[in-house]
């Protein structure tokens, strides 16, 4: 089902570079680390104000002298920012490979980019980036044309100079005729509505606002869609104000937003959200009711076609997570973590009993979907994408056969369609797009990008590490094949845990100069992710939040243990979910890394269910206004296990002013507390965007100059 995903809600950074080749084993400079880097001359560090506020919370006084910073608007707030962004540029432009850094990046980058292309009556809708566009362009084309012949349907390069205004989801009409579209702007959550005539390129008089977290769904007859969204918020409020009361509306075609039709919504459920799906033959409305972060949710229906027709109970409680799949007739389908980790398919007869179709499995079922007269099943083998095929009785008719070891996307289709189309990518294959026959199972290759980089130099393997329990953690290592893996290199490791989210391989372009120099990259599979399935997750969450600490710190270890890296040449990244890893990591080990670079970070653990939608992570981490996990949240939060005269390695904490789900007061009190309790010498930097939010809609051109400061700090505090 296209409900609200975890991703939706706290997402990683960037799913989501030199026309020179890749140097040969004799250009490549040796990653020795035989001395401390030079010193980068800055500004002085500006000084932030310390406010007496101190609040008891379950009997324990808790200062918070920055406080005054949650107020991105207040005039005290916008100079302090001013003079960190100064302080952290001084530094970043005296790095001696910042410039080569981004040329090289930009000229890896520089490559044609698809989508996976939506069929709909002999056209095909997709996205394309032609290298360095700000952003992917909608086209549409008649199936087996090339893209030399194809039309652009939307351009959002043109709706802003700065390549701020993104192109979020789209909805086909069932007819074809209209595209409905969600748009954000300087990366914000909230996205407004517009619909595109295909027939003429224009834009009909609907607009749609306040929209968050939402799916779009046409009623069969095409008369309008189902969106979901919130009550405007409070003037000032709309970028840290919390969203409670989403409701569900249907919106009729060349109608104000005024006149939609309430679908559902609950007055007595402030923190339920909900998705509404038209099934595929036109004959349901299902709800997903989400809670929170939390995969488990709800499931209603409503007959369509019967004007009062009610929306119904089909599983209540939140006691599993269920994914609508289709339907034949009143039996509905659904993938179900229902007494199964690791996921099955069951279904659903109105009235009747619940009947397994596809068993849980060894492997972990990421995704499954009703195509082709079948259902298609992603599944994950230690963190790398598997695709099975079964019939509708759950028998399994074949295995798909992908290029590599790698990730593969969901398949676009219908139940009527005769093949399907899935991207796949890997770290060292960039996304290309295959066609699958669902008569024969043959996969054809239809779209490969052509980068002017050679990857035939790269290598990736696995390693299995033991966590402090004794729990087998996977993680891949990936560099260049001539490497002396026998002695220490600077190395990057990355990981997320949490959320249920899967850390498969993937495609970095900007991670190429990284490894042309001699560097490393290592990607961890921490618990509380979703690679082994639900277990896996509740692993690593809530009491368990410190075993995704432990997982991580075991892996470093055991970088360092087989002459990887070395404790002054490691160093750690990680986003949203990954960036409380840091923070929190970087308090228990300081000593274990040469730097960090936690980004757009979840940092107060004891405030952070007060702004936008940080409620929703509760059931994630626990709720500080409960005694006994306030006692887990405050012993871990990045921001009050800061040790006051502990020498931090060099760290850059990365924000962005118009970030709305983990708002930027996480990170802005984080990094003045860090600077203030540095007992050592190294630099404490943020480095704050502007016009960008948690990461997703980012301009092409902002990507780039924010990684090329990543490696090139990285590099210069490393000594690659």
Known sequence: MRRLTVALLLSLLGAPLSANPTPTPAQRPTPVKTSAPASVKTATLPETRRAQVVEELHGELIADPYRWLEDDNAPETVAWVKAQQAYTQEHLTALPAREAFRSEIEAVWNYAKMSVPVRKRGLEFYRYNDGLQNQAVLYMRRVGEPHSAAKVVLDPNKASDEGTWALKATALSPEGRYLAYQYAQAGSDWVEIKVRDLMTGEDLADHLKWVKFSGLSWARDGSGFYYSRYDAPKEGEALTGVNYYQKLYFHALHSAQEADELIYGRADQKEWGFDGEVSEDGRFLIISVWQGASEKNQVFYKRLGEATSPVLPLVEGFDAGYSFLGNQGDTLWFKTDLGAPKGRVVSFTLGGPISELIPESEDTMAYAQAIGGRFVVGYLKHAASAVRVFTLDGSLEREVSLPGIGSVGGMSGEMSSEVGLFSFTGFTSPTSVYEYSFKNGAVREVFKPALKADLSSLTTRQIFVTSKDGTKVPAFIIHA??????????????????????????????????????????????????????????????????????????????????????PELLAIHGGSNGGLLVGATLNQRPELFGAAIPAVGVMDMLRFHKFTIGWAWVPEYGSPDKRDEFKVLRAYSPLHNIREGASYPPVMVMTADHDDRVVPAHSFKYVATLQRAQGGKAPILIRIESKAGHGAGTPTSKIIENKADVWAFLAHHLGL
């Open 481 to 566: 094949s001539d490497l002396d893996v026998k002695r220490p290199h600077p190395t990057l490791l990355y990981a997320y845990g949490g959320f249920n989210i899967s850390l498969t391989p993937y495609f970095k372009p900007d991670l190429l100069p990284w490894l042309k120099r001699g560097g490393v990259y290592v990607v961890a599979n921490l618990r509380g992710g979703g690679e082994y399935g639900e277990a896996w997750h509740k692993a690593g969450m809530g009491a368990n939040k410190q075993n995704v600490f432990d997982d991580f710190i075991a892996v470093a270890e055991q970088l360092i243990k087989d002459r990887i890296t070395s």
